[in-house]
């Protein structure tokens, strides 16, 4: 507790402890959009809860845009039996031909693991699914989802341990890259029991809700915000910022590698069935 007097005495105090207050990561980057009360900035603004029930779901978006970024955030999923639920957090530029970096989680029977499926989008056009179950129950405690986008490629990772790797192979084999499109950021909690859990088998318990995820930490701090007064970015890919041109090292394909080999439950680039004309490109670039 800071006593009056010492604040009376320094006003600039006051004003520190105003911005301190005000400076909620969640509270200052995004806006509810849908769903109403069911999504809540909480904890002066640090923390955001999303919630599900018969009525509706629910959603945010960024307030700006960005056009390459490191951008992370916390997520905790839905408890319980969340079967039918789904979580999507995701980037997209929206629109025709729109880009889109797509993380989306669906719930499962207590017990039961979730999925993260993954996507990307360029130039409208998706069709590059991949799936894993994770190492630890996500619905226990906040864990830290990562896009790490910049002109080299896109990198998920989660706790730090990259799952996906997007080459940048537009030059090399003429696969669209997301490079001119900025972003926002969204997430929503919605009910998808058609297809979601056991591929829509398993409906979702109503008597279970309402179902919550809750978001903390976002941290996009050195991300490239896009104005779209001047459609100019906050950086180039020349800039500075050491994520712009970072890459895979060894380290993190190997541990790429055993998340693929140990998670992974689904991989377009080994559906031959899907593609019988042959896997598209970036499957098969060295
Ligand atoms: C739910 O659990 C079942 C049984 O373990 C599993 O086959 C399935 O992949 C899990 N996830 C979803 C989203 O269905």
């Not at 402890?17 to 769903?35: K, R, V, Y």
């Not at 889109?100 to 669906?106: A, H």
């Not at 993190?252 to 998670?263: A, E, S």
């Amino acid at each position: 507790m800071i006593s009056r007097s010492i604040l009376a005495c320094y006003p600039f105090a006051v004003l520190l402890l105003a911005a301190a207050a005000a400076a909620g990561s969640i509270d200052e980057n995004f806006n509810p959009t849908w769903g109403g009360y069911r999504a809540k900035i909480l904890n002066n603004g640090e923390l955001l809860t999303l919630s599900l029930d018969r009525g509706s779901g629910s959603g945010f978006q960024s307030k700006k845009q960005y056009l390459y970024g490191k951008i992370d955030m916390q997520l905790k999923l839905v408890p319980g039996n969340s079967a039918g639920t789904v979580t999507a957090y995701y980037l997209s530029s929206v629109g025709y031909a729109h880009d889109e970096i797509d993380l989306e989680f669906l719930g499962n029977l207590s017990g039961d693991p979730y999925v993260l499926h993954t996507n990307v989008f360029t130039q409208g056009k998706g069709n590059r699914e991949q799936q894993f179950y994770l190492w630890f129950d996500p619905t226990l405690d906040f864990h830290t989802y990562s896009i790490l986008w910049n002109p080299q490629g896109i990198i998920f990772s989660v706790d730090g341990t990259p799952i996906r790797h997007f080459r940048n192979l537009e030059r090399t084999h003429g696969v669209p890259f997301p490079k001119s499109q900025p972003m926002w950021i969204y997430s929503s909690l919605w009910n998808a029991d058609q297809w979601a859990t056991r591929g829509g088998l398993v409906k979702t318990d109503w008597s279970k809700a309402p179902f919550i995820a809750s978001y903390r930490k976002f941290d996009a701090s050195s991300a490239c915000v896009w104005s779209s007064y001047t459609s100019t970015s906050s950086c180039t890919p020349s800039g500075r910022a050491p994520w712009m041109s970072q890459t895979l090292d060894m380290a993190g394909l190997q541990r790429m590698r055993w998340v693929q080999k140990n998670y992974m439950i689904y991989n377009y680039c080994t559906d031959y069935h899907r593609f019988p004309q042959g896997l598209p490109p970036e499957c098969t670039a060295a």
